[in-house]
């Protein structure tokens, strides 16, 4: 039986029998992996702690014919502890490993992987905001997935900005010939927030109030959940905890 190894990120598990769990993973090199951990839930298990959400491994797996098999694990990164004892990046990161989690196989790059190693460290360290970090991820996970929101020009027209209305279902900012009736409207802390945050300009999205904080992820986690066709249900949770 042919093996191979990876670096992955650990986005969810479900228990398989009495022993052993379903473990779904971002991987660097081979996109989405679904593959069976045996016995990890023994407390004799040699590497059921590194096979938890949040964590980053190196696996050793067995291919298999409907799900694989992994053999080895290593710790890379080591970020649940440190997120788990707090509940605003615990919610934030568990929206971020979600939306992962619903991206298609061919979204899957070393790009997408390597945006979800850098977002959990982030939170793990506590280096910015946990939400401004979870907007981050998602604008620039959608950006890599071919959906990058307009935020300049209009993202129906093409005309230059700056523009002060937002419309998920249209691609972002849009100048007022296009937009609809009922648009919501952008003030320009807001604007230059959202383009921050895309640009890891962490200079400027570190220096935003609250409220702006707060308009901003609203834009985002529609727009997030409008090109992802569901909705992403940690995000209930992590507006709970800001």
Same mark, same amino acid.
């Given at each position: 039986?042919?093996?191979?190894?990876?670096?992955?990120?650990?986005?969810?598990?479900?228990?398989?029998?009495?022993?052993?769990?379903?473990?779904?993973? $971002?991987?660097? #090199?081979?996109?989405?992996? #679904?593959?069976?951990?045996?016995?990890?839930?023994?407390? @004799?298990?040699?590497?059921?702690?590194?096979?938890?959400?949040?964590?980053?491994?190196?696996?050793?797996?067995?291919?298999?014919?409907?799900?694989?098999?992994?053999?080895?694990?290593?710790?890379?990164? @080591?970020?649940? %502890?440190?997120?788990?004892?707090?509940?605003?990046?615990?919610?934030?990161?568990? %929206?971020?490993?979600?939306? %992962?989690? #619903?991206?298609?196989?061919?979204?899957?790059?070393?790009?997408?992987?390597?945006? $979800?190693?850098?977002? $959990?460290?982030?939170?793990?360290?506590?280096?910015?905001?946990?939400?401004?970090?979870?907007? @981050?991820?998602?604008?620039?996970?959608?950006?890599?997935?071919?959906?990058?929101?307009?935020?300049?020009?209009?993202?129906?027209?093409?005309?230059?900005?700056?523009?002060?209305?937002?419309?998920?279902?249209?691609?972002?900012?849009? =100048? #007022?010939? =296009?937009?609809?009736?009922?648009?919501?409207?952008?003030?320009?802390?807001?604007?230059?927030? $959202?383009?921050?945050?895309?640009?890891?300009?962490?200079?400027?999205?570190?220096?935003?109030?609250?409220?702006?904080?707060?308009?901003?992820?609203?834009?985002?986690?529609?727009? +997030?959940?409008?090109?992802?066709?569901?909705?992403?249900?940690?995000?209930?949770?992590?507006? +709970?905890?800001?």
């Amino acid at each position: 039986m042919p093996t191979y190894r990876d670096e992955v990120v650990i986005l969810r598990t479900h228990k398989l029998g009495e022993a052993d769990r379903i473990v779904t993973m $971002l991987s660097r #090199r081979h996109g989405k992996i #679904r593959a069976v951990a045996k016995g990890v839930r023994r407390t @004799s298990s040699r590497f059921g702690s590194r096979l938890e959400p949040f964590m980053v491994a190196d696996v050793l797996l067995y291919q298999g014919r409907s799900l694989d098999i992994i053999q080895q694990a290593e710790s890379l990164g @080591s970020y649940g %502890a440190d997120i788990a004892v707090h509940y605003d990046r615990y919610t934030s990161a568990n %929206a971020m490993v979600e939306a %992962a989690d #619903r991206l298609n196989e061919a979204e899957a790059t070393p790009q997408q992987y390597l945006l $979800l190693v850098g977002g $959990l460290r982030a939170l793990a360290r506590g280096e910015h905001v946990p939400r401004s970090i979870l907007d @981050s991820y998602l604008l620039r996970a959608m950006a890599l997935s071919g959906w990058a929101p307009g935020l300049t020009e209009c993202a129906r027209c093409g005309a230059p900005g700056p523009h002060d209305t937002f419309v998920a279902q249209l691609g972002g900012m849009i =100048c #007022r010939d =296009c937009a609809p009736v009922g648009a919501a409207r952008v003030d320009v802390a807001t604007a230059e927030f $959202l383009t921050a945050l895309m640009e890891g300009d962490w200079v400027v999205a570190d220096s935003a109030s609250a409220p702006t904080r707060g308009s901003a992820s609203g834009l985002i986690a529609a727009y +997030a959940q409008w090109h992802l066709e569901r909705g992403i249900r940690s995000l209930q949770h992590v507006e +709970a905890a800001t």
